[in-house]
C-alpha cells in the first residue's frame, strides 16, 4: 500500500489541516468577549474546587464562575479566588460562554477579570494577551501546514511520473 502522506491525498490532507487551524485561530480571536459584553458578579467564595486547567468557584449571589489557568499565567487571579473566602471580590464573566462539570450542576461562565476593592488583579488586556499567546500556537501551526500541503501540492503536480512511453502506464520496478 503506497504511503498517503507522501500521495497527493497527504498533501490536501496537509493543506486542509493548515487551513482549518488558521480558521480555528480566527474563531477563537472572534469568541474573546468585549470589555462592554462582559457582566460584574459580587461576593465572597462559598465553594471552589480547583482542576488542572480551571478553577470552578460559586459566589455569595450564587454565581457559578469558572477561571481557566490559560488567561492567569502568573496565578494571581486564582490565588484571589482562594483567599476570596475572607474579603468580597468582584469578578468580570461572560455569560455566553458556559461550562458544565461533573462535581457541580449547573453551568459555570467564563470568568476573565477579578477584582479586589474595585482594583482588578490582572486587567482584560493583559488576560486577553494570555489567550492570545496560547492560540498563537494554532496560527503558526496552521500556517506550517498550508505551507507544507502547498509545497507537497506543488511538487506533485510539476514533477514528471514514472510513466513508460509506449502506453503510458506506470512503470513497474519488475521486469515483465
Known amino acids: ?18 487551513i482549518g487551524l488558521i480558521a480555528l485561530f480566527g474563531a477563537l480571536e472572534y ?33 457559578q464562575l469558572v477561571l481557566y489557568t490559560k488567561g492567569d499565567p502568573d496565578i494571581r487571579q486564582r490565588q484571589t479566588i ?13 455569560r455566553q460562554q458556559k461550562a458544565g462539570t461533573g462535581f457541580a450542576p449547573g453551568d459555570f461562565y467564563t470568568a476573565y477579570v477579578v477584582a479586589v476593592g474595585g482594583k482588578e488583579v490582572a486587567s482584560l488586556d493583559a488576560v486577553r494577551s494570555a489567550y492570545r499567546r496560547d492560540n498563537l500556537t494554532a496560527l503558526v501551526l496552521g500556517i506550517l501546514a498550508t505551507l507544507a ?18 502506453d503510458e502506464t506506470p512503470a513497474s520496478r519488475r521486469s515483465r
Open 1 to 18: 500500500m503506497k504511503d498517503w502522506f507522501a500521495s497527493e491525498r497527504g498533501a490536501y490532507f496537509f493543506l486542509l489541516l493548515g
Open 31 to 63: 469568541r474573546f468577549p468585549k470589555a462592554e459584553q462582559l457582566e460584574t458578579a459580587r461576593g465572597r467564595v462559598l465553594w471552589q474546587q480547583e482542576t488542572h486547567g480551571a478553577m470552578y468557584f460559586i459566589l455569595s449571589d450564587k454565581q
Open 82 to 94: 482562594r483567599d476570596a473566602e475572607l474579603y468580597p471580590v468582584s469578578v468580570k464573566f461572560y
Open 149 to 166: 500541503g502547498i509545497w507537497r501540492v506543488r511538487m506533485l503536480k510539476f514533477s514528471p511520473s514514472p510513466r513508460r512511453a509506449d
